[in-house]
């Protein structure tokens, strides 16, 4: 199975926008898929999820400001940001659900390698 594959980070004004994207093949229309984000010397968080049936949850953190979306016409699932903050700032992760990838395999994520999202002041 093909790995998430990010796509769309970079640096950023506070206040601005990005659109983070996610491919990975049909797995993006038959599983769970998330996005994570890492800060330095930080635990990795789930920030928001998307089920195939379109359902998911987005932590309320972020909420209001971050939205995930299934876009039919690339075949991603994307991240929308806006009014982003230097808190923002880290390493994205795309991730699809692991059962649904490699049923019985250890682990809850099937990981993209990440990107990095800069906010500066």
């Known amino acids: 199975q093909p790995q998430p594959v990010e796509s769309g980070g970079g640096s950023v004004q506070a206040g601005g926008s990005l659109t983070l994207f996610c491919e990975a093949g049909d797995i993006i229309n038959r599983c769970e898929m998330a996005w994570h984000r890492q800060a330095l010397r930080k635990q990795r968080e789930l920030l928001s999820t998307l089920k195939p049936d379109g359902t998911g949850v987005t932590v309320d953190s972020v909420k209001g400001r971050f939205r995930i979306f299934r876009d039919n016409t690339r075949n991603t699932v994307n991240l929308m940001m806006t009014d982003l903050k230097p808190e923002d700032s880290a390493m994205y992760y795309c991730?699809?659900?692991?059962?649904?990838?490699?049923?019985?395999?250890?682990?809850?994520?099937?990981w993209g390698r990440g990107m990095q999202v800069t906010v500066s002041p």
């Open positions: 991730a699809a659900d692991l059962q649904c990838v490699y049923p019985g395999a250890s682990g809850a994520w099937w």
